[in-house]
């Protein structure tokens, strides 16, 4: 059974402060892996990474995959009131294995 | 651009009423996907489909049913609800994967609650 964790469960930080939220997954067939951030309603996505050590990068937020580790993590720099929400990691399989698998997500609090 | 449209948005139910949720993308996306969300537990996947008349279980299929008899459309059926499928549900598309394609794409969910 394909598995994903997140951790922590959740974080409160200050403005301004950087984090690191981890993912960690067993799956089979591995294919790629995705972070969303998820406000109110919908999971919106940010990004996915299917390459062992390549960064990806979108302004203050940047995420890498480590697949010989199995985890991956996502970093927000210089964090803002508006990046409070909860961050999720999904992990996707291949050759018969197509469903995407979530963590149960790391709900993220930036304190003005 | 309609995307993933979801139908109804809110529902109140009693214990033991049947009905079905209707998911409708409109970007020609192989796979298909309904997962439900409770405080605490992230997204947990329902059934998915990998294509139009094939459907297949995920980690909590138990007490739903699906179907996937147009390409477009995914309908999650409960046939006798239970308050322990009170939940907000997500349905999501995505296209058959080549390198960078794995993106889902969420309908805006649908929050359903059993009395």
């Known amino acids: 059974e394909d598995k994903v964790v997140q951790s922590p469960l959740s974080l409160v930080v200050h403005e301004g402060d950087t984090v690191t939220l981890n993912c960690s997954y067993e799956?089979?067939?591995?294919?790629?892996l995705l972070w969303y951030k998820q406000e109110k309603k919908a999971p919106t996505f940010l990004f996915m990474l299917?390459?062992?050590?390549i960064e990806k990068k979108s302004g203050r937020l940047s995420s890498i995959l480590d697949k010989k580790e199995l985890f991956s993590i996502l970093n927000i720099t210089a964090t803002q009131t508006g990046d409070s929400a909860v961050y999720l990691c999904?992990?996707?399989?291949?050759?018969?294995?197509?469903?995407?698998?979530f963590g149960t997500g790391t709900r993220l609090t930036i304190i003005p | 651009n309609a995307g993933v449209t979801q139908t109804p948005k809110f529902r109140v139910l009693k214990t033991g009423q049947s009905m079905t949720l209707l998911c409708a993308q409109d970007?020609?996306?192989?796979?298909m996907y309904w997962y439900r969300q409770d405080p605490g537990m992230g997204l947990r996947l329902i059934h998915y489909?990998?294509?139009?008349?094939?459907?297949a279980k995920g980690e909590v299929p138990d007490g739903y049913n699906v179907s996937r008899l147009k390409k477009q459309n995914f309908l999650l059926g409960l046939e006798s609800a239970a308050p322990s499928q009170t939940s907000v549900y997500f349905c999501a598309s995505r296209p058959r994967q080549g390198v960078g394609t794995g993106e889902l794409f969420f309908g805006e969910g649908s929050r359903l609650t059993v009395l």
């Open positions: 799956v089979t067939n591995f294919r790629s």
């Open positions: 999904a992990v996707g399989g291949n050759f018969g294995n197509e469903k995407l698998t």
């Open positions: 489909s990998v294509g139009e008349g094939t459907t």
């Open positions: 299917t390459s062992s050590g």
């Open positions: 970007m020609n996306h192989e796979y």
